[in-house]
Structures are given as C-alpha cells and as structure tokens.
C-alpha cells in the first residue's frame, strides 16, 4: 500500500508520534526513511484537516533534536569500538570508507557538519553518534542540532505542505512524485558519499615499496 494511504488510515496522533518516533530513530543512528515518512505526512497535511501541520513539524522536530541528542550521547560513551560494532551490523551504512568520509566533514567544518548533514541521508544518520565520538563539545553539537533540526524538519514540513496546498487538482500525482524526489535526493547523496568514501579508501591504500634490485 502506498505510504501516504496507509498513513491516512490511523488517527493523527499516530501519525505525530510515528513521524517524531522514525526522524528521532534515524537521527540517533538506525537507518530508517525518516525523509519518505516526513514529506508524506506533510503531504497528508494538506489534503487533510485531521493533522495539523505545526504540530507534525513540531514532532518532527523534537523528534531530530532528541534523537540527535541520544546519539551523541551514546557515541561519546560508546567510542570507536561502537562504531565497529556499527559497522558490523550495517555494513552498507557504517563501512569504514563511509565513516572515514565523515570523519573528514566533521574534522574539515566541525559543528556545520552537524548542521549540514541534516540535509544529507547518511550524514543525517552519522551526526549524533560520530561527534560525540569525536567528543565534540556538547554546547557547539546541540546548537548545530537544535538549528538544523528546525530548518530540515519544520522547514521540510512547511515547504511540502504549501505546495501541497497550492496543487490540490493534482495531489494524487504529486503524492508520487514528492516520495520520488525524496527518494532520488536520498540516492543521490548517498552514491556521491559512496564515492568519496571509496576515493578516501584509495588514497589511504600504502603504496607499495620496490624491492631491491640484486646485483
């Protein structure tokens, strides 16, 4: 069933609290599509009354900050070994390649890493955990997280909802096309980490060292 009709099957109070319970699952690490299960409800919003788009962008917002929070969290305490652990159970998302190209955003920009990478899929996934195992300071993370998270959130939020607002003799159809969009956007991000991770992998490679050439 498509996502946007099963959600306006359940009442909107569930639609609140799973928006809040996905976003701040996937911030705090699990790779889940918070993006798909947002710009649907947004959508949803618009087409119905039920749900009030400023509490879902509220949800949706608390739900980034907090599940940022828990992650930071759990990676200031878990370390490296976590993320090894990580990488164990999702290679595809934790993969050395992967963490190493974080790693370099967040050494390179610091907390607009944190900010930006609310913007991005991976990176969405990657934020709380890897700077708390940097150890970045609390008071920078949580000002990058608490503004990133309203901007992505609430602003992704708004921005579909109008939209959705001003095409409603095609809503049907734009329905598929906001979850496409997402999904591209996801893809897309996530192909050109993928491939700065693997350049990032190759550079680290030793280059090997001639043998002696005998007499």
């Not at 652990?85 to 998302?93: A, E, I, N, Q, T």
């Not at 990176?123 to 993370?141: N, Q």
């Not at 997280?145 to 708004?158: E, H, K, P, R």
């Amino acid at each position: 069933m498509h996502v946007q009709e099963w959600l306006g099957t359940v009442p909107a109070v569930a639609v609140y609290a799973l928006v809040g319970t996905v976003i701040g699952l996937e911030s705090l690490g699990i790779p889940l599509p918070g993006e798909i299960i947002l710009v649907s409800s947004a959508l949803l919003a618009s087409q119905h009354g039920d749900i009030d788009p400023v509490v879902l962008g509220a949800c949706a917002t608390a739900g980034a900050i907090i599940g940022d929070s828990i992650g930071y969290a759990i990676g200031r305490k878990g370390g490296r070994p976590l993320l090894a652990w990580l990488g164990g159970k999702f290679p595809r998302h934790f993969s050395e390649a992967h963490i190493a190209t974080a790693e370099r955003s967040f050494q390179r920009w610091g907390m607009w890493a944190v900010f930006f990478g609310r913007f991005v899929a991976l990176l969405r996934i990657f934020a709380g955990p890897l700077a708390g195992v940097l150890r970045m300071p609390y008071w920078k993370f949580l000002t990058a997280n608490v503004l990133g998270g309203i901007l992505w959130a609430g602003g992704t939020t708004a921005v579909i909802y109008y939209v959705g607002i001003v095409a409603e003799s095609w809503l049907k159809r734009f329905s598929w096309l906001g979850l496409v969009a997402a999904v591209l956007i996801g893809v897309t991000s996530m192909l050109v980490l993928r491939r700065k991770a693997n350049n990032t992998a190759s550079a680290a490679e030793p280059t090997p060292t001639p043998a002696p050439v005998g007499d």
